[in-house]
């Protein structure tokens, strides 16, 4: 029998590499993590994961998550329209900066907007004088999810928004279309695939984002007191295995998101699919 | 609808600049805007469409000023030279948007309707529901084509509607937008670098250069009697050899052709390929024989001249003559022009 060659080299080396990567810094972890859990009985296991003070963590988590990656959508597609379709000065400098919460300690972006918005922080002060309370409340939590998260959306509908042929809303125009149609019927569906691939990414980022939001949430048990800070609580106790049981719903939830978000995704791209 | 432009002027940093031109285009009237790339055709194309504004001068559609017109109610059709499709829409439903979003109410039953008869003209009926991504770029074309007459356009503008496509496709589409035009009888501008195309296609051809026009005319015009050299060379292959002008003629190696109403001095005469003869007695510039190229359906002879001008010609596949042959070269319609 002839060895079938192949054009590019190395594909046995490459493939072994990344599986091997992928076993040691993914799976295992992972694995360790519902070996862990699995050491309580299934009645444990659900009284640790149906407890009052979990259930209210999942809560204020998800509903602080969505409300976080529906604020970046709209603001990240905003800033990402500005940065492609506009050349004003000081551009690079705000598309750099973009990143920015990428490469910042999250511990510090959480101590930097805990100072902003306390009573009597810069943007505090001014808040709490027309009655709205931002640190040490869910909408603190807000603000550090959608400040760590933002940067998905912006870098996965800029290149998307950049490859768009202008011809398409030419051709529009030319049809008689206004702004507005152009843009709900042409470019937001043309963009719904980038944009439902950063929100995935947000949202997860947001549901598993720790460090900036200790600072500012409060931590009050059922009203401000996030799942990950619950499942560190349990670890700080020496209760692995309920550290792991609650660490284990989350795992469960991003599985499930990322598996809706790519069907969405799959949907929506159909018209790529070659007949 | 009658188009007319009036010393239209567009400055851009770049070079697709068009440096006041006027132009009529009668109702019903399929005219070509020639010219090689960065001669202005596609500025001037989308001026007309409203896509990119006149920094002077003014169009008019009939008797009423479009100029300051925005594009969505000009009422044109446009083509685009890669389609433009929308890749997340059926071609039913590319076909249907210009219905869809128009001020104009239409019914649901009657936008189908519509889309139908617009398939069945583009002939594409089978296709309604699949994606432009499925289709072969003819397709595509002739779908861009369906969109752009949905909406009743008072004027149809194509943009190198053909130049993505292959040579034979391109001819089959050449025909048929001209069965097309003929049908409708709309008025019809299109712009291709294509000269073969432009002369197949249009009632008339205008000939750009540097974002001015230098000649337009029927096909048969501007191919009887090109304006200049570089609407010679322009439309196909041409030869080119200095000569000097003295008293109505243009005199070439010591051979003299007519050169009416050319001023005296230096001046090239120009001439195509075809029509030229090898002779062997002492008639024409004398040279001799290159090289000889094959092709299917003649020979292609490079020839130098005696004082070392290149000359090429073709002849019948019976040619005999090789490389290092001396002969004369027999010129017929020679066109004779100034130096540039």
């Given amino acids: 029998m002839r060895l079938r060659r192949r054009v590019l080299p190395g594909l046995p080396l490459a493939l072994g590499i990344t599986l091997v990567y992928v076993a040691i810094i993914v799976v295992l972890p992972l694995a360790a993590l519902v070996f862990k859990a699995a050491s309580l009985g299934p009645e444990d296991y659900w009284r640790i994961i149906s407890s009052d003070r979990a259930v209210a963590s999942y809560r204020v988590t998800v509903t602080c998550a969505l409300a976080a990656t529906a604020f970046n959508l709209v603001f990240g597609l905003a800033l990402a329209w500005v940065l492609v379709r506009y050349r004003f000065p000081g551009r690079r400098l705000v598309d750099a900066l973009v990143d920015l919460p990428f490469a910042l300690p999250t511990a510090v972006a959480g101590i930097a907007l805990t100072t902003l918005f306390a009573a009597n922080g810069w943007f505090g002060e001014p808040l709490s004088l027309v009655g709205i309370k931002v640190a040490y409340t869910p909408l603190g939590i807000m603000v550090a999810m959608s400040f760590t998260s933002i940067p998905f959306i912006v870098r996965t509908v800029q290149p998307v928004l950049e490859e768009l042929d202008p011809a398409l809303e030419e051709a529009g125009q030319t049809l008689g279309a206004s702004d507005l149609s152009i843009f709900v019927t042409v470019i937001l569906p043309l963009l719904t695939p980038a944009l439902l691939a950063g929100v995935s990414l947000s949202f997860a980022r947001s549901l598993g984002e720790f460090g900036a939001i200790i600072f500012i949430a409060g931590n009050q048990p059922f009203s401000t007191e996030i799942t990950a800070l619950l499942a560190f609580i349990r670890l700080e106790e020496y209760d692995y295995p309920a550290s792991a049981a609650i660490a284990s719903v989350m795992l469960l939830t991003a599985f499930v998101m990322l598996a809706i978000t790519n069907l969405m995704q799959a949907r929506a791209l159909r018209y790529t699919v070659r007949g | ?340």
């Avoid at chain 2, 001020?103 to 139908?116: D, G």
């Avoid at chain 2, 583009?122 to 002739?142: A, E, H, M, T």
């Fill in chain 2, 1 to 340: 609808m009658k188009i007319r432009l009036d010393n239209v002027v567009k400055e851009f940093e770049t070079f697709r600049a068009v440096h006041g031109v006027s132009l009529d285009i009668d109702s019903g009237e399929l005219v070509a805007l020639l010219g090689p790339s960065g001669s202005g055709k596609t500025t001037i194309l989308r001026m007309v469409a409203g896509l990119e504004y006149a920094d002077a001068g003014a169009i008019y559609f009939g008797d009423e000023n479009a100029t300051e017109i925005p594009v969505r109610d000009r009422g044109v059709g446009f083509v685009f030279q890669h389609y433009a499709l929308f890749p997340h829409m059926t071609v039913g439903e590319n076909i249907a948007f210009g219905m869809k979003v128009s001020k104009i109410k239409r019914s649901p039953q009657a936008i189908a309707a519509r889309v139908k008869e617009l398939l069945d003209l583009v002939q594409l009926s089978g296709l309604k529901d699949r994606f432009p991504g499925q289709i072969s770029g003819g397709q595509r074309q002739r779908v861009a084509l369906a969109r752009a007459l949905a909406v009743d356009p008072r004027v149809l503008l194509l943009d190198e509607p053909f130049g993505a496509l292959d040579a034979n496709v391109r001819r089959d589409l050449r025909r048929w937008l001209r069965k097309i035009h003929d049908e409708l009888g709309i008025t019809t501008l299109f712009v291709t670098h294509d000269q073969e195309e432009a002369l197949d296609l249009a009632d008339r051809v205008v000939i750009l250069n540097k974002g001015k026009i230098v000649q337009e005319g029927t096909p048969e015009a501007v191919c009887r009697n090109p304006a200049d050299a570089f609407v010679m060379n322009f439309l196909g292959d041409a030869n080119r050899l200095e000569a000097e002008i003295r008293g109505g003629k243009a005199h070439v190696d010591g051979v003299a052709f007519e050169a009416d109403g050319v001023a005296d001095g230096s001046g090239q005469i120009l001439f195509r390929p075809a029509d030229v003869s090898w002779r062997e007695d002492g008639q024409g510039i004398a040279a001799r024989i290159v090289r000889v190229i094959d092709r299917p359906d003649s020979r292609r002879v490079l020839a130098m001249t005696e004082s070392g001008q290149a000359v090429e010609f073709d002849t019948a596949p019976e040619f005999t003559h090789r490389r290092g042959d001396a002969g004369f070269l027999d010129i017929r319609r020679p066109r004779v022009y100034a130096a540039a």
